[in-house]
T-cell receptor, first 113, second 115 residues
Framework: NAGVTQTPKFQVLKTGQSMTLQCAQD?????MSWYRQDPGMGLRLIHY???????DQGEVPNGYNVSRSTTEDFPLRLLSAAPSQTSVYFCASRPTSGSNTQYFGPGTRLTVL | AQSVTQLGSHVSVSEGALVLLRCNYS??????LFWYVQYPNQGLQLLLK??????LVKGINGFEAEFKKSETSFHLTKPSAHMSDAAEYFC?????????????FGTGTKLQVIP
């Protein structure tokens, strides 16, 4: 089991550029989430999905887009990058039953100049 | 809405000393509670979780946490700190019922272990 994988590990963008952060899991988890981590702010939920074809907004969704066409993949799109989106991004997945334990990917460190 | 407060963004302890990281939660119903650990440049991994089976929860690497409903606390402890414990620790809470149960994270506590 690879668990949750994320690509790329590092990315530098210029303001206004767009890009997609990839996330995949091989545990057949229905629930997947994207978080951003900023110093002193913990992890904040950007978007989440409860299954293929179903997504919803978290607490900081502006400037980001998601889709879920398969159970395995949950890409995060930055539509027009801004310096405020400089952050570390984590993808997580978890099963529908149980105690909400999440499994995290290794993260993508994004810098927007 | 549920929330989590972690007291102290940075904690320093000497190697061999007691580790105590504080977490208080706010939830209208008994929640699930978690501690996650993040080593430098890595993702988060589960340290331990409270699901109601027992109030004293033991986790990996010698850590444990006690759920105290009267104090709405879930503090993390370890009797003797090791250098390898240096990391950032996050407390988290989620509801048990409803549809998608969001997990809310605290702001994190960085643990420094001094040799």
């Amino acid at each position: 089991n690879a668990g949750v994988t994320q690509t790329p590990k590092f990315q530098v963008l210029k303001t206004g550029q767009s890009m997609t952060l990839q996330c995949a899991q091989d545990m057949n988890h229905e629930y997947m989430s994207w978080y951003r981590q900023d110093p002193g702010m913990g992890l904040r939920l950007i978007h989440y999905s409860v299954g293929a074809g179903i997504t919803d907004q978290g607490e900081v969704p502006n400037g980001y887009n998601v889709s879920r066409s398969t159970t395995e993949d949950f890409p995060l799109r930055l539509l027009s990058a801004a310096p405020s989106q400089t952050s570390v991004y984590f993808c997580a997945s978890r099963p529908t039953s149980g105690s909400n334990t999440q499994y995290f990917g290794p993260g993508t460190r994004l810098t927007v100049l | 809405a549920q929330s989590v407060t972690q007291l102290g963004s940075h904690v320093s302890v000497s190697e061999g000393a007691l580790v105590l990281l504080r977490c208080n939660y706010s939830s209208s119903v008994p929640p699930y509670l978690f501690w996650y650990v993040q080593y430098p440049n890595q993702g988060l991994q589960l340290l331990l979780k409270y699901t109601s089976a027992a109030t004293l929860v033991k986790g990996i690497n010698g850590f444990e946490a006690e759920f105290k409903k009267s104090e709405t606390s879930f503090h993390l402890t370890k009797p003797s700190a090791h250098m390898s414990d240096a990391a950032e620790y996050f407390c988290a809470v989620s509801d048990r019922t409803g549809g998608y149960q969001k997990v809310t994270f605290g702001t994190g506590t960085k643990l420094q272990v001094i040799p």
